[in-house]
């Protein structure tokens, strides 16, 4: 298997189509921000909205509507169109809203009919100093709004991500990448400490090795990714970086433990052991303890990271392949590793 | 080896450096599209880097293999 060349050239094809595909299909038009965030009932306002990735001069008909849930609802009475990324809208809020809260939370769509619509995400409150509920049902109104337009195949607009929601596919398979070989290693630390074949223990060392510089990778690439979301490259409050931390150092220690026997036999028995007792620990913290507690890194606080919130269509179309073919540079690179140290080694039995 | 690591953080370094003074706009610009190049950049030399850190082993390997 490690000489057949066919598994390790698939992953040039998927690896180009998760870039090129990765790269440029746009992002879902989304609203960036706006002049104000907060209104009261029976006012009538008018507020700039910034948006990303629209045209609206190109379109035909742009319209923008306050929504909570799909129970309130309210069109904007009118929509200036200042160029591509910003608009006026002016909403006339009821006297009355169907509610007995002192305030309610609003989401913001902005819809045309060339990109699609975008969303602001509950962050527009009105407020209501005289509240009636029974007034509000009847004063109230909610605008239909129609269909809203299509979007085509983009991936979604997160705010704060932008486009580094592409990240994706680069930063979290090289974590699956490293679960595989991993995977891999650990498979063959058990079957060298029942068949004490030399061969074996090779083998779990190439694919840990592979294993902790995807690891490493995915350590650097996250704490770019984090600068420009959280605002710093790393912070102990993370229990899901740290964590991870430790299991790379646990992975680390490996190496120094294989360093530190010259017999052979005894090197690959202890390093066969540790190498299964850290894939248990690594399993430990890296994918049980950092659910157990709410953390700014998604995939924490009971959430795998899979959810509508983090994933979509769109996005596991690319996100899939990547997987698949990060994992199999890694298999491949560690071929070339193992198979250095198959020449080192019977180089020196002819010795 | 430990050449080749200098070398890499320090480019690192200053590509931060730039990050934090005046640039740091420059990262945030076009939608942050930035931070994913950057991190395309980073994957590549880790994988370079280590193919540098086999090809070390293969020349030690032949050497002794000459001798």
Redesign the interface.
């Known amino acids: 298997m490690e000489k057949k060349l066919w598994w390790k050239l698939l992953c040039v094809p998927i690896l180009i189509y998760v870039?090129v595909v990765g790269?440029s299909t746009p992002?879902s038009p989304g609203i960036t921000s706006m002049s104000q965030y907060t209104a009261v009932t029976g006012q009538t306002f008018t507020a700039r909205v910034t948006t990303?990735?629209t045209f609206h001069t190109k379109a035909k008909e742009v319209k923008a509507r306050l929504r909570k849930d799909t129970s309130l609802t309210i069109a904007a009475q009118n929509v200036k169109v200042l160029d591509d990324n910003n608009i006026e809208v002016t909403f006339s809020i009821p006297a009355f809203m169907p509610s007995s809260k002192e305030q309610e939370r609003f989401s913001l769509d902005v819809d045309n009919d060339f990109d699609g619509y975008g969303t602001l995400p509950g962050k527009f409150i009105i407020k209501q100093n005289n509240i009636d509920s029974l007034k509000g049902a009847q004063v109230w109104q909610n605008t239909n709004f129609g269909d809203l337009s299509e979007r085509g195949t983009n991936f979604p607009f997160r705010g704060l991500?932008?486009?580094?929601i592409?990240?994706t596919f680069?930063?979290v398979p090289?974590w699956f990448g490293m679960l595989f070989l991993f995977i891999g290693a650990t498979w063959n630390s058990f079957m060298y400490l029942r068949t004490q074949d030399q061969d074996r223990d090779r083998r779990a060392e190439v694919m840990t090795m592979?294993g902790l510089?995807f690891g490493?990778?995915g350590i650097?690439?996250g704490m770019?990714?984090a600068?420009?979301t959280w605002g710093t490259y790393w912070t102990w409050n993370e229990i899901k970086l740290n964590m991870t931390a430790i299991a790379l150092l646990i992975y680390f220690a490996y190496f120094v433990l294989r360093n530190a026997f010259d017999d052979l036999e005894k090197r690959a028995r202890i390093a066969a052991v540790y190498n299964m007792f850290a894939f248990v620990a690594a399993l430990i913290l890296i994918n049980v303890i950092p659910r157990m507690t709410d953390s700014l890194h998604p995939g924490s606080g009971g959430n795998p990271a899979f959810g509508s919130e983090d994933m979509d269509n769109t996005l596991r179309m690319v996100f899939y392949p990547a997987i698949i073919g990060w994992t199999l540079?890694g298999f491949w690179?560690a071929t070339?590793?193992y198979r250095?140290l198959n020449?080192?080694e019977k180089?020196l039995e002819q010795e | 080896m430990k050449k080749i690591l200098i070398v890499l953080f320090s480019i690192l370094w200053t590509v931060d450096l730039s990050a934090q003074t005046e640039n740091l706009d420059f990262m945030h610009s076009t939608g942050k599209i930035y931070v994913v190049i950057a991190v395309l950049v980073a994957i590549f030399l880790g994988i370079i880097g280590f193919l540098v850190y086999l090809e070390r082993k293969l020349t030690k390997l032949e050497s002794l293999i000459e001798d």
Request: aromatic residues 18%; proline residues 0%; charged residues 10%.
């Open positions: 870039i790269l992002l990303y990735n991500l932008f486009e580094t592409r990240n680069f930063h090289l592979v510089v490493l990778l650097v690439t770019i990714w600068k420009s540079l690179i070339i590793y250095t020449i080192e180089y």
